[in-house]
Nanobody, 124 residues
Framework: QVTLVESGGGLVQAGGSLRLSCAASVDTFTSYAMGWFRQAPGKEREFVAVTSWSGGSTRYADSVKGRFTISRDNAKNTVYLQMNNLESDDTAVYYC?????????????????WGLGTQVTVSA
């Protein structure tokens, strides 16, 4: 059994900050690249950020670059998404996902493990 559980979502005003957490119940957590995706109503699920198994490499969508920071604590089997300077367009359900790869995939297909999501709502 492998599970990912997101937390930390909520309502925040534009310009504010929020920190999402993803607690993983997996074997060999360091073998997985950990990513964040999001999906707004009526839109496709989109890539947000990913970090390598070591945490030494990251990749971000252009829309969040400079505002969001992904990190991981392998001792706690947890990945984080620090979101600063939030905008209305950031409103979405945010999903944590794991991919057993050394790469930094920006598409959803390599990710075989998904959480159920946490809602982030940014008010203008």
């Amino acid at each position: 059994q492998v599970t990912l559980v997101e937390s930390g979502g909520g309502l925040v005003q534009a310009g504010g900050s929020l920190r999402l957490s993803c607690a993983a119940s997996v074997d060999t957590f360091t073998s997985y690249a950990m990513g964040w995706f999001r999906q707004a109503p009526g839109k496709e699920r989109e890539f947000v950020a990913v970090t390598s198994w070591s945490g030494g490499s990251t990749r971000y969508a252009d829309s969040v670059k400079g505002r969001f920071t992904i990190s991981r604590d392998n001792a706690k089997n947890t990945v984080y998404l620090q979101m600063n300077n939030l905008e209305s367009d950031d409103t979405a359900v945010y999903y944590c996902a794991a991919a057993r790869t050394l790469a930094l995939p920006g598409s959803s297909s390599p990710y075989g493990i998904w959480g159920l999501g946490t809602q982030v709502t940014v008010s203008a």
